[in-house]
C-alpha cells in the first residue's frame, strides 16, 4: 500500500510546477496541461482493491480498509504555490471500478452564474462551480505515462500559456476525461463521460480544443431570453426538485409571470439535461462537509463503448486528476503522472 504523505509533500515542494490547468470559457472548455520541470518525471501508483461486495457509497466501511495515497495537486503560474492534497482511494469488484477522491476546499461551489432578482432587473450572480477531473489514456497518448498533463496541451508558439487547450497532438492518441461538476454533472449524480483526441474540427481551428463528448445525451442549457436579459424557465410548481437548490431541465417550465418574483429571488442559470447513453457511464456521489468535497465516482470495467477505456485488471492505467475551486480556468490544480494498477 503506498503511503507517501510526507514524502509527497516534499515532492511538491520540491517540483516547480508550472501548470496550465484547465480553463472554461463556455459549458464545455477544459484544459490540462503543464510545462514541468526536467525532475518532474515521478510516478505515483493508485492501488484499486478487489472487494467482492460493491460499496453502497461515501461512507461504506470498505473504503475505510483502504488507506489514502496523498496526491499532491498544483496551481499554476501565479497560482504555482498553492497545492493541496487530493486523498485517493480505488476499490474494484468483477464489474466495476470506484474511485473516492477527497480534497480540501472550504467553499462548496455551486452558482454557475445563478439568475438573482434585484427588484428591477436579473443580475447574474458571481461564482462558477467546483469541479473534479480524471484523465485515462484509451489509445496511448505518448509521454502521459511519465509527464501527465503536461503532453496533452495544444500549445502553439504564437499563444500564450493561458490559451493552451486540452487535445492530444495525433489522432491515434485518445483520452478518457470524466469531468464532475458540482453545478452541472453533480444533480444527476454522475460525472461528465467525455473523451480526448487532437485539436480542432477538420475545418476548425487549431486553436480549439479536442474535447469530444461521448454519445449520448447530457451537457446543460443556458436558462435564459434570446435577449440574455432575464431567465426563461423556473421549477414546474406542480414538481418536487429531484435535485433541491438546482433547476433541471425536464423539471422546468417556461415563466410567464414575472410579477411572482420577489427582491433577492434566485433561478438557476445553467440547467442540466437528463444525461444517458454513454455520456452517463461515470456514475458519482458527492458531499461537502463545510471544508471538503468527497466525491465516490464508478464505472464499468468495460462499458463496451468505443470511447471509454477499457479497464483489465492486468493491466496498468496512466492516468491524472485535477481539482478546481470554483472555476473551471487558471485556479486549477493538476497532478503528476498517476498509474493505476488492479490487486486481489
Ligand atoms: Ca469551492
Ligand atoms: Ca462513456
Known amino acids: 500500500m ?4 510526507r514524502k509527497a509533500l516534499k515532492e511538491v515542494a520540491m517540483f516547480r510546477w508550472l501548470i496550465a490547468g484547465i480553463a472554461v470559457f463556455s459549458s464545455a472548455t477544459i484544459v490540462f496541461a503543464a510545462a514541468p520541470s526536467p525532475e518532474d518525471t515521478g510516478v505515483m501508483t493508485i492501488t484499486a482493491r478487489y472487494v467482492k461486495t460493491p460499496p453502497a457509497g461515501i461512507d461504506d466501511p470498505a473504503w475505510q480498509r483502504v488507506a489514502p495515497v496523498q496526491v499532491p495537486v498544483a496551481g499554476r503560474l501565479e497560482m504555482a504555490d498553492i497545492k493541496e ?6 476499490l ?13 476546499d472550504p467553499t462548496r461551489s455551486v452558482n454557475k452564474e ?31 505515462s511519465s509527464k501527465s498533463c503536461a503532453v496533452v496541451c495544444h500549445s502553439p508558439a504564437d499563444l500564450s500559456r493561458s490559451q493552451w487547450k486540452l487535445a492530444t497532438r495525433t489522432p491515434a492518441e485518445k483520452g478518457d476525461l470524466w469531468h464532475w461538476k458540482a453545478a452541472r454533472s453533480a444533480p444527476y449524480r454522475h460525472a461528465d463521460d467525455g473523451w480526448l ?33 432575464r431567465p426563461i424557465y ?62 465516490m465516482l464508478q464505472r464499468k470495467l468495460n462499458t463496451g463503448q468505443e470511447d471509454d477505456v477499457v479497464f483489465d485488471a492486468r493491466k ?22 498517476l498509474v493505476l494498477v488492479f490487486k486481489r
Do not use: C
Request: glycine letters at 8%; aromatic letters at 12%; hydrophobic letters at 35%.
Open 197 to 229: 483526441t487532437v485539436a480542432g474540427n477538420p475545418s476548425g481551428s487549431y486553436r480549439e480544443t479536442g474535447r469530444r463528448n461521448d454519445a449520448g445525451a447530457g451537457g446543460d442549457v443556458k436558462n435564459e431570453t434570446p435577449d440574455g436579459s
Open 114 to 144: 445563478s439568475w438573482q432578482f434585484d427588484g428591477e432587473k436579473w443580475v447574474h450572480l458571481k461564482g462558477d462551480e467546483d469541479r473534479v477531473a480524471l484523465l485515462f489514456e484509451i489509445d496511448r497518448i505518448n509521454q502521459f
Open 85 to 90: 492534497i487530493v486523498a485517493t482511494r480505488a
Open 2 to 5: 503506498e503511503r507517501l504523505p
Open 316 to 337: 496498468r492505467f496512466s492516468f491524472a486528476i485535477a481539482v478546481f475551486d470554483d472555476t473551471g480556468a487558471d485556479h486549477s490544480k493538476t497532478t503528476r503522472s
Open 234 to 295: 423556473m421549477q414546474d410548481p406542480a414538481r418536487k426538485p429531484s435535485a433541491p437548490g438546482f433547476l433541471l431541465l425536464e423539471e422546468a417550465v417556461p415563466i410567464t409571470d414575472y410579477s411572482i418574483f420577489k427582491t433577492g429571488d434566485a433561478i438557476p442559470y445553467r440547467l442540466p439535461v437528463k444525461p444517458g447513453g454513454s455520456r452517463f457511464d461515470v456514475k458519482a456521489e458527492s458531499r461537502h462537509d463545510g471544508s471538503r468535497w468527497t466525491v
Open 92 to 104: 474494484y469488484t468483477d464489474n466495476e471500478l470506484y474511485f473516492l477522491l477527497s480534497w480540501a
